[in-house]
């Protein structure tokens, strides 16, 4: 505690407060040095099936699921849509995380990848960033053709149970002040789609979790 009681005449008194104040200047200085780096916007799209795989993976991807009304017919891609309901975070080099919307964001994809949604674009401080954490908190299938999995018939509603479910993808990002990224969220549809099982139509929330990828574009 700070002797407030000595003299302001004492000469150790005035060498302490001139001390004190160039602490205080150096201390300022160093955090707002901290917080100079400025900004850049980052934005995310998201896609069901992108014609080009965002990121390469540590092992090879199955190959993705064939549809078809008839085995004479040609294989056909997936149809049909999902809607996702979640929320965005950018993990950064130093473990710290920046909630992308502060808010659940809703989205409607094509399992075949013909429609890309804009999720969001958002203001975020110039820093290098490690990772992509997606926290999902819906997601429902739709499947409007047949899907032949294991030689059974798939259409309709897919169950994917979903409780809280949060997913991690690596992503080395580098933000720079004044700077605009795009970020690429793959779901890669036909992959997991491939996992669904054909009897109960139903899927487990870690072959989804598997199957999608983030990259830049």
């Not at 000469?11 to 160039?22: E, F, H, K, T």
């Not at 707002?32 to 896609?47: K, Y």
């Not at 030689?151 to 994917?160: A, L, M, N, Q, W």
Request: proline fraction near 4%.
């Amino acid at each position: 505690m700070i002797d407030t009681t000595r003299d302001a005449r004492h000469p150790r008194s005035g060498i302490g407060a001139a001390m004190l104040a160039v602490f205080l200047t150096s201390f300022l200085s160093a955090c707002g040095n901290l917080t100079a780096g400025g900004f850049g916007e980052a934005r995310v799209v998201a896609n069901g099936d992108a014609p080009e795989v965002a990121v390469q993976t540590a092992e090879p991807l199955p190959t993705p699921v064939r549809t078809s009304h008839d085995e004479d017919e040609e294989d056909l891609q997936p149809e049909g849509d999902i809607e996702l309901e979640f929320r965005l975070y950018l993990e950064s080099t130093n473990g710290a995380s920046l909630d992308l919307s502060n808010r659940d964001l809703e989205i409607e994809l094509e399992l075949d990848g013909s429609v890309e949604a804009d999720v969001i674009s958002a203001r975020v401080p110039a820093n290098s960033y490690s990772g992509l954490r997606i926290w999902f908190k819906e997601i429902a299938v739709d499947v409007e053709n047949v899907l032949i999995i294991d030689g059974e018939e798939v259409t309709g509603v897919i169950d994917i149970e979903v409780e809280d479910l949060v997913v991690v993808l690596p992503l080395d990002l580098t933000v720079l002040d004044g700077s605009v990224v795009e970020i690429l969220l793959d779901l890669n549809a036909a992959t997991w789609l491939a996992f669904v099982d054909p009897v109960t139509q139903r899927l487990m929330s870690e072959r989804f979790a598997e199957a999608i990828t983030v990259g830049l574009r």
